[in-house]
């Protein structure tokens, strides 16, 4: 069974700073998929950037980049130019090959907060 | 597309009575995914059908949830008799044929059960 770890219950960054949020999983597949949500106060569960593992160049999305080390089974998170608007819980979390069609398994999520 | 629709969005529930949540999925998806989360457990997958089968209910804590999807556009989760420890917040998500890689949650039920 796959696994993910979000090390970092909660992280501070000042606004307009950058911060990176940590995530490791562990898996025996070599074909899978790596996703970042935002969970803001209102609960809906935002897609904020995947990741292909065939993939080896970093995927971006706006301000929100990844650093995915295959080899050491690490998927980072790092948010340029922090906004009070990206406060909220990040989750990390992996889809086998199906691309999702078989469920996501989540990590137990980082609590990003923002000070102005 | 109003998205996923999940209701109610709150409910709250005596120890001992049913409890039925309800799941509209995307036009046009044919998976359908019911998650917990709680403090303690984060985000567990419960149950997923795809095109209206269910293919795994491993993840159901017990023989007291159930789910069900009658249709290819709505899905029911059901919890009888309901527990205080079944508290949380239940989320449904639904994926596109066409589009695998990206689940589309609803914004959840947060149950309570005093």
């Known amino acids: 069974a796959q696994t993910v770890t979000q090390s970092q219950p909660e992280m501070s960054v000042q606004e307009a700073e950058t911060v990176t949020l940590s995530c490791t999983y562990d898996?025996?597949?070599?074909?899978?998929?790596l996703f970042w949500y935002k969970q803001p106060p209102s609960r809906q569960m935002i897609l904020v950037i995947r990741?292909?593992?065939?993939?080896?160049q970093n995927a971006t999305e706006n301000r929100f980049s990844v650093n995915f080390q295959k080899a050491a089974k690490s998927f980072s998170l790092k948010i340029s130019d922090s906004q009070l608007g990206d406060a909220a819980m990040y989750f990390c979390?992996?889809?086998?090959?199906?691309?999702?069609?078989?469920?996501?398994?989540f990590g137990k999520g980082t609590h990003l907060i923002i000070q102005p | 597309d109003a998205g996923v629709i999940q209701s109610p969005r709150h409910e709250v529930t005596e120890m001992g009575q049913e409890v039925t949540l309800r799941c509209k999925l995307i036009?046009?998806?044919?998976?359908l995914f019911w998650y917990r989360q709680t403090m303690m457990r984060g985000l567990e997958l419960l149950i997923y059908?795809?095109?209206?089968?269910?293919?795994?209910d491993s993840g159901m804590p017990e023989d007291r949830f159930s789910a069900k999807m009658p249709n290819a556009s709505f899905s029911t989760l059901k919890i009888q008799p309901s527990e205080p420890r079944d508290s949380a917040v239940y989320f449904c998500?639904?994926?596109?044929?066409?589009?695998?890689?990206?689940?589309?949650f609803g914004q959840g039920t947060r149950l309570t059960v005093v």
């Open positions: 979390a992996y889809a086998s090959s199906g691309g999702g069609a078989d469920g996501l398994t």
């Open positions: 898996t025996s597949e070599s074909d899978y998929y």
């Open positions: 990741q292909e593992a065939y993939k080896q």
């Open positions: 036009s046009g998806h044919n998976s």
């Open positions: 059908f795809n095109n209206n089968v269910p293919i795994d």
């Open positions: 998500a639904s994926i596109s044929p066409s589009r695998d890689t990206e689940a589309f």
